[in-house]
């Protein structure tokens, strides 16, 4: 994988959601894919809700907590490109803050972001 790519759709819904700019996305979803929370990493209700929805999910993608916002990542078919697909708040009783224990950012590895320009994904102002 050396890509991650932002779809229009997940664009809208962080802007909705989190008030992010086009700026602030670009610089926090790479972070949000490195250091966000996995299933296997979380316990009790939150484990079987973020399970659940995996099952109901297409093959390939991946739910991500980070903040109080699930994170919809998926693999493209070819498994060149990583698509950030949308966000939605996650059902949870307190923030999950913390980053993933044992597993320091930079040891995972980097990927830059492309934008999908041609679909009118970043609009003028």
């Given at each position: ?78 498994g060149a490109a990583v698509l950030l ?19 320091k950012s930079s040891d995972r590895q ?16």
């Open positions: 994988m050396d890509n991650l790519i932002i779809t229009c759709h997940a664009f809208d819904r962080l802007k909705e959601r989190n008030k992010w700019s086009k700026d602030t996305t670009r610089r926090m979803v790479p972070k949000i894919y490195e250091d966000g929370i996995r299933a296997e990493e979380v316990k009790g209700y939150l484990k079987d809700w973020m399970l659940k929805k995996q099952f109901e999910s297409l093959p390939g993608t991946t739910h991500i907590l980070y903040g109080d916002i699930a994170y919809v990542f998926r693999e493209t078919s070819d697909i949308t966000a939605y708040p996650a059902p949870t009783k307190v923030s999950v803050t913390r980053l993933r224990d044992g597993v980097k990927l830059p972001i492309k934008y999908r320009r041609h679909t009118g994904c970043w609009r003028t102002a």
